[in-house]
């Protein structure tokens, strides 16, 4: 059995459970349908009757349910119906196949029932790049398969979902719903929703989970800047700036002239600080971080004529 379930209020549970016989002096005669029991709070039942819940072989039980599993074949899955708060507790199974009866006292399922279901969980396979497609995957536990949460997403672009009734490790069930979409830079810190929309009798209950995506992106939106912008005299100084968004951050700045059709590496920096001569021309600035480079404008260096004309 799986050690802890975590059940609706008004929903259904269903144990997965299996069971096997180590004690060679004891054989299971598998034509005998076995009855199954289930034990509340502690697995001796001796002088507290009242601990029994649910015996298979009862027409009348205090737990509405029934073995789904075959016991024949050491199956025995259980679904408890219209499960209420007062059901909290740890549960044991006995096998009652006369001459053979016995109970694992050191294996028991933790039932644990709210008003609320649990948040789903949303996990991203792989690192979130601009142009490269990404899957994200939302589960919800389905405590009662028969009525499984449905799962929505919210996202800031077009998506087809896949969903499906997944198995786990342990045999509970999950619902598994995967969206694959290509991000792009505008995608970056965007929030992101999974919802699960639990059925319990006439109404819904609702759980979600929110995360923001983190993008990775080349630089963009790029821009070189130049103060002053007007005209500047020979023997000034020129200030220009390069700005850009980028995740990671840039890394490195690289400034170009552009003079007489040539262009020319000149600087490094976010800010270059430059002595003007007798040379303008235009001027541009690269960024460059570990997705790739984005390239400013143009700006252009304007020289005042020579003093006195």
Same mark, same amino acid.
Request: proline share 7%; aromatic share 8%.
């Given at each position: ?41 502690? *697995? ?41 708060? *007062? ?223």
């Amino acid at each position: 059995m799986p050690d802890r379930l975590d059940v609706l209020t008004g929903s259904c549970v269903q144990i997965p459970c299996s069971f096997d016989i180590h004690d060679p002096q004891k054989t299971f005669n598998s034509t005998i349908l076995p009855s199954g029991v289930w034990i509340k709070e502690n *697995s001796n039942f001796r002088e507290r009757p009242d601990r029994v819940i649910f015996n298979s072989s009862e027409t009348v039980n205090r737990y509405q349910g029934e073995i789904t599993g075959n016991m024949s074949q050491k199956n025995c899955t259980t679904v408890f119906f219209n499960v209420t708060t *007062s059901y909290s507790d740890i549960y044991y199974f006995r096998i009652e196949s006369r001459p053979y009866l016995a109970t694992d006292p050191d294996k028991s399922v933790n039932i644990g029932v709210s008003d609320f279901p649990s948040s789903p969980i949303i996990t991203v396979s792989g690192e979130v790049k601009e142009g490269t497609p990404v899957s994200l995957n939302c589960s919800a536990v389905a405590p009662c398969p028969e009525h499984p949460p449905e799962l929505t997403w919210t996202l800031p672009t077009q998506f087809t979902p896949e969903n499906q009734l997944h198995k786990n490790p342990d045999q509970t069930k999950s619902v598994l719903s995967t969206v694959t979409f290509t991000p792009s830079y505008l995608h970056h810190e965007k929030n992101i929703t999974c919802t699960a929309v639990y059925p319990v009798g006439t109404s819904n209950k609702t759980a979600e989970h929110n995360m923001m995506l983190n993008v990775s992106f080349s630089p963009k939106d790029t821009l070189a800047s130049i103060s002053p912008a007007d005209s500047v005299s020979v023997g000034s100084c020129v200030n220009l700036t390069c700005s850009s968004t980028a995740n990671p951050p840039v890394t490195n700045f690289t400034w170009f002239q552009i003079s007489e059709g040539k262009t020319t590496q000149v600087a490094s920096g976010q800010s270059y600080t430059l002595n003007v001569t007798g040379d303008g021309g235009l001027y541009f600035c690269e960024a460059r971080n570990s997705h790739g480079c984005g390239k400013s404008n143009e700006v252009q260096l304007a020289i005042k004529g020579k003093m006195g004309t």
